[in-house]
């Protein structure tokens, strides 16, 4: 018989700690199990093959932390949405079985191929046997598991619904990283032609119309005035390369730096959001994210004040940060909450519609999902769009450069033959 001490959570939500005489670490997680306890710790402490185990698991736990600080600390490459998602599933798919949640940290930590949330997920196994909970170890790493992450597992474990939001958690990381796998996807061939066009200008500008210009110079004569105008702008291009080069990253270093201070994220996130061809499929994108994780919060148990709170971070832009935050303090002092989203003046109609239909019926989170299952489709549709129209634009921007260029190159030419005949 072995003695086990262990942390769990009872059918309210509150700490049961003591200890138990049973076989095997199996039994244990059973009989507590069949008790109406969520494990969240379980530790040997006088089973001889599990103290070597502990002592084992240290030892390769050192060894991890280890190769993540030589490898630059936790900071060392960023983890990815899809990364984020497959710990979150497998996570939740292991303490639904009955494994304590320290010991499926631990399982997972060593499995991790992302160095960076491996030495998070060992750091946090380490925090959780100091006898801190898992949603304070997770805010320690607040780059990888952020606000949202931390209060909606704040939450499950006060309710004892750790594997259930863990899942909310995973489907949610999913949906979000398709979405933006697919927007990446969809701008790849504009950022190619765009590319090509900045290559094809250099080249023209510093290897092709020099030679044409000492050319038609040689020859004399007098030029068309599309010749004179580009061989002239090219001429001064390169004479004051530097010059322009030096004033161009000036300029965009001092926008990059203005970007920086709050004033300059009111501005950018303003105009992000009114932009005439993407604006509005990136509102769109703000606002499913919001709403999904609004109904996520909401779900969880999480009160609406603090749930408005972390959602407001979790749109990623000042002005509709502002906007939620204005519409918690109005909801904070008596509000309905479909006239507080209202009278931001930032909301769509549709949002506002739903808003007060979910109040009204109390299935405000199934109101919210649906909402985001919405603005995912147009969001996707909107893209499909953009970029529909974007790409003969650029096109079109390339083609009218190649052909000023051509004519400029050509019409001394024609004007040189009409002389001769």
């Known amino acids: 018989m072995a003695v086990f001490n262990y942390v769990a959570k009872n059918r309210d939500g509150q700490d049961v700690r003591s200890s138990i005489e049973i076989g095997s670490r199996l039994e244990a997680l059973d009989h507590l199990r069949k008790k109406g306890l969520t494990v969240t710790d379980l530790v040997a402490v006088e089973h001889p093959s599990e103290s070597a185990s502990s002592k084992l698991s240290s030892a390769r736990k050192r060894k991890v932390e280890g190769a993540g600080l030589s490898s630059g600390g936790h900071m060392a490459r960023r983890v990815k949405m899809t990364d984020l998602a497959i710990f979150c599933r497998q996570l939740a798919i292991s303490v639904n079985a009955g494994v304590t949640l320290r010991d499926s940290l631990e399982s997972l930590g060593a499995e991790q191929e992302n160095l960076t949330l491996k030495h998070a997920v060992m750091g946090i196994v380490e925090q959780i046997g100091n006898g801190k909970s898992f949603s304070e170890s997770a805010a320690k790493y607040s780059r990888i598991f952020d606000s949202m992450f931390c209060g909606l597992i704040k939450v499950a474990e006060e309710s004892g619904k750790l594997p259930q939001t863990l899942k909310q958690l995973a489907s949610y990381m999913e949906r979000a990283d398709k979405l933006q796998r697919r927007v990446r ?75 920086r201070t709050s004033d300059g994220i009111r501005r950018k996130d303003r105009l992000v959001i009114a932009l005439p061809l993407f604006g509005k499929s990136i509102k769109k994108y703000i606002l499913a994210r919001f709403c999904r994780s609004l109904a996520i919060m909401v779900q969880s148990g999480v009160p609406i004040s603090t749930a408005l709170e972390i959602c407001a971070q979790a749109t990623g832009n000042h002005h509709m940060k502002k906007a939620v935050m204005d519409a918690r303090n109005m909801i904070m002092t008596g509000g309905l909450i479909a006239s507080s989203f209202e009278k931001s003046g930032i909301f769509p109609a549709l949002i506002i519609r739903m808003l007060s239909v979910g109040e009204e019926s109390g299935q405000l989170p199934e109101v919210l999902e649906n909402v985001a299952d919405l603005y995912d489709d147009q969001v996707e549709v909107s893209i499909v769009t953009s970029m529909a129209l974007f790409e003969p634009l650029v096109i079109c921007i390339f083609g009218a450069f190649i052909l000023v260029i051509v004519l400029a190159i050509y019409m001394p030419m024609f004007s040189m033959s009409s002389g001769m005949h």
């Open 185 to 259: 996807a969809m701008s790849t061939y504009p950022m190619f032609i765009g590319i090509f066009f900045v290559l094809v200008c250099i080249a023209m500008t510093r290897f092709i119309l020099p030679k044409f210009t000492a050319v038609f110079s040689g020859l004399g004569g007098e030029l068309p005035l599309i010749s004179k105008t580009v061989f002239s702008a090219n001429q001064y291009i390169l004479d004051h390369f530097w010059v322009i080069l030096g004033m161009t990253a000036g300029i965009f270093s001092a926008l990059i730096l203005y970007a």
